[in-house]
């Protein structure tokens, strides 16, 4: 993906993990993974000092971060911490009827992509079909919200709502008490 010529080699070690190294080594080398890094920690971070960070020029830091967006390898966005802002938030996965088709799985996907309450959706291989992470002012709020999306819709032959108590991990930063960490 990119050349690690501006790597210093007096840098830290940024994938620390064998494992996590491995897996991204076809994607990603050791600079670009620390730029991720960084960005997700402090994401208006200047490109002056994301290249101290790095051990790159600014010029250079800011190539491979729009280099890393322009590929859609990373994006740039702003999150909601639900639990901070005492949100209630749930997974829902559903399963399809197995008469759907892949056209109406389709219509269906894009239908709930546009919806505000609805943070995430991910398509899954087993018991269910896709997990869909929704928010609202309560809980009951979110039941009542799911049922008129997803109950008598023809399409979904079953769904189940898993309330979140916590989250202790989110975008990759642990979350203590709603907040994140001190290490930020």
């Known amino acids: 993906m990119s050349d690690t010529s501006g790597t210093d080699p007096s840098a830290p070690d940024w994938i620390e993990n064998e494992k996590v190294r491995e897996i991204l080594q076809e994607h ?10 960084e960005l997700n920690t402090h994401g208006r971070i ?10 790159l020029s600014r010029t250079a ?29 749930a997974d829902v996965r559903l399963r399809f009827d197995t008469t759907a088709t892949n056209e109406e799985v389709t219509e269906f996907i894009d239908e709930i992509i546009q919806e505000e309450l609805i943070y995430e959706i991910d398509e899954y291989m087993g018991d269910h079909d896709l997990l869909v992470r929704t928010w609202h002012a309560t809980l009951s709020d979110i039941k009542e919200y799911v049922r008129t999306k997803f109950q008598g819709n023809g399409l979904v032959a079953e769904y189940e709502i898993a ?17 994140a960490s001190p290490e930020e």
Do not use: C
């Open 163 to 179: 309330p979140v108590t916590k989250t202790y991990k989110a975008w990759h930063k642990p979350l203590t008490n709603g907040t």
């Open 28 to 37: 990603l080398d050791e600079t670009d993974y620390a730029i991720y890094r």
């Open 46 to 55: 200047s490109d002056t000092e994301l290249g101290e960070r790095v051990g």
């Open 61 to 89: 830091a800011r190539r491979r971060r729009k280099k890393l967006i322009e590929e859609g390898i990373i994006d740039i966005l702003a999150v909601m911490v639900l639990q901070r802002a005492e949100l209630a938030y």
